[in-house]
């Protein structure tokens, strides 16, 4: 073997031992963050607690109305028990006279991020907010900076014309955000017209921009069930949020109502009966259908990510951890 070594070039040599080198040596990997999707009330969050222990990590919460402390009842927080069954992040950590946004969980949820990865080769991210999982895992889009008076005048125009005005300009205007905003928002369709009427150009068309790289691989699982089953457990899921108290919750915080937390599908309907407009017994029928309704944007908003690995709502966690295993060679 020295005498074949002795007779071969240098760098012919060099390039062996690199090889050899190489074979031998387990290149870096990227952290892993699974991320749980889905429509609301399908499931996520006893999954999430089951691949969160499966993989002995943590938890950060990517459902927008779960973050603020004042909104239990009417925003499923995940119970006592199943908050100690696994440690969650951005659950009820703010309050709904704190204003903060998407950019702002963004930085928090990948300043924490960093931290799980340092103990852990995995997490776990879990909510029904499109906008909010798409902030982690890809960045936000950048806007260019609207002068206060538009959304002045806007915000105006609301308070006086409805949500209706809104609704009909932006559907005018950007036809394609349209199909996909939340149009019981308010503020999600001013932004959006600010950003129209200060640019003259449509707000999706700044939209899927080029990301920042993350120092992480995503893997998506996504959790379904056909349409009739996902409205059954809904409506089953607001009768049993007034049996618990959401009524009483919503009487709280109705003086707060303008905030831009309490624009929430649960609230909005009831504050609707403390004003005299409804009886109880149709605006919980409203609670119901605009449930329904943001479970259907949320299945528009997820089917454009091929990227989701779907299983039906009542899979046997063990199959997705097993799944989650063989994509990424765990």
Not at 86 to 102: D, G, L, M, N, W
Not at 169 to 183: F, G, M, N, R, S
Not at 234 to 251: P, S, W
Not at 299 to 322: L, S
Request: contains cysteine; hydrophobic residues 40%; aromatic residues 8%.
């Amino acid at each position: 073997v020295t005498h074949y070594a002795t007779e071969m070039t240098p760098n012919i040599v060099i390039n062996a031992a690199k090889t050899c080198i190489l074979k031998n040596q387990r290149m870096p990997r990227k952290p892993i963050l699974v991320v749980i999707v889905g429509p609301t009330a399908i499931g996520k969050t006893r999954m999430a607690i089951r691949l969160a222990n499966a993989f002995q990590t943590e938890i950060i919460s990517a459902d927008s109305r779960q973050f603020f402390k004042e909104m239990r009842i009417g925003t499923a927080v995940p119970s006592a028990e199943e908050l100690k069954a696994a440690k969650h992040h951005f659950i009820q950590h703010k309050s709904i006279h704190q204003p903060y946004t998407v950019g702002d969980f963004e930085r928090d949820a990948l300043e924490q991020l960093n931290h799980i990865f340092k103990a852990h080769e995995i997490a776990v991210m879990v909510g029904g907010s499109g906008l909010y999982v798409d902030a982690v895992v890809k960045g936000l889009d950048k806007f260019p900076e609207v002068p206060a008076e538009v959304r002045e005048v806007l915000v105006a125009q609301w308070k006086r014309d409805g949500i209706a005005a809104l609704q009909h300009e932006l559907e005018a205007t950007d036809p394609e955000y349209h199909e996909t905003v939340d149009k019981q928002n308010p503020h999600r369709l001013i932004r959006a017209l600010e950003i129209i009427r200060a640019t003259g150009q449509p707000f999706s068309s700044f939209l899927d921009q080029e990301k920042p790289e993350r120092p992480f691989e995503t893997s998506y699982i996504g959790l379904t069930a056909p349409r009739e089953i996902v409205y059954e457990r809904i409506n089953k899921r607001v009768d049993l949020m007034m049996a618990e108290g959401l009524l009483e919750e919503a009487k709280a915080l109705f003086p707060h109502q303008s905030l831009n937390a309490l624009q929430t599908v649960g609230y909005k309907e009831l504050f609707r009966y403390f004003e005299g407009n409804w009886d109880l017994d149709t605006a919980v029928s409203e609670i119901k259908k605009n449930t329904r309704r943001f479970a259907k944007r949320q299945g528009t908003w997820f089917r454009k990510n091929d990227a989701i690995k779907w299983f039906d709502h009542t899979i046997d966690p063990h199959e997705v951890i097993a799944y989650i295993q063989q994509k990424n060679a765990l």
